[in-house]
């Protein structure tokens, strides 16, 4: 559907969406600046996007999936286990709404500090 860099102050990863309501909500909102927030290996941070939890919502993904926990409205983007993991899964704190995957190592997220100025932005379609 569409890509996404989520950049901040000494990284960036891209990101493609899957065509849902709620990555759709997301789109129409960006730019967007947020402070990031760190729990374990996910960051995640507050978007102005309000959204209701859709059918395939998940609790435990795979690590770079791009997802929005709709009761704090944020993007959350786990990459490694968090603190209510069991063993090395990626778990959110709750289900939580899918929009898509990241491009490459989701890892390099780990460079992301705790209140980290985060900025996201829709990556222009080149066609």
């Not at 709750?94 to 100025?117: F, S, Y």
């Amino acid at each position: 559907m569409a890509r996404i860099r989520i950049s901040w102050g000494n990284g960036e990863v891209t990101a493609s969406l899957r065509d849902t309501p709620t990555a759709k909500a997301l789109l129409v909102a960006l730019p967007c600046k947020a402070s990031a927030s760190t729990w374990g290996e996910e960051v995640y941070f507050e978007l102005p996007v309000r959204a209701s939890l859709e059918p395939d919502a998940q609790e435990v993904i795979d690590a770079g999936t791009v997802c929005f926990w709709v009761q704090g409205s944020a993007l959350a983007l786990p990459f490694g286990p968090t603190p209510v993991s069991k063993g090395s899964e990626c778990r959110l704190v709750t289900r939580c709404n899918v929009l898509g995957k990241i491009e490459g190592d989701p890892r390099q997220l780990g460079k992301v500090k705790d209140g980290a100025p985060i900025r996201v932005e829709v990556i222009p379609d080149k066609g």
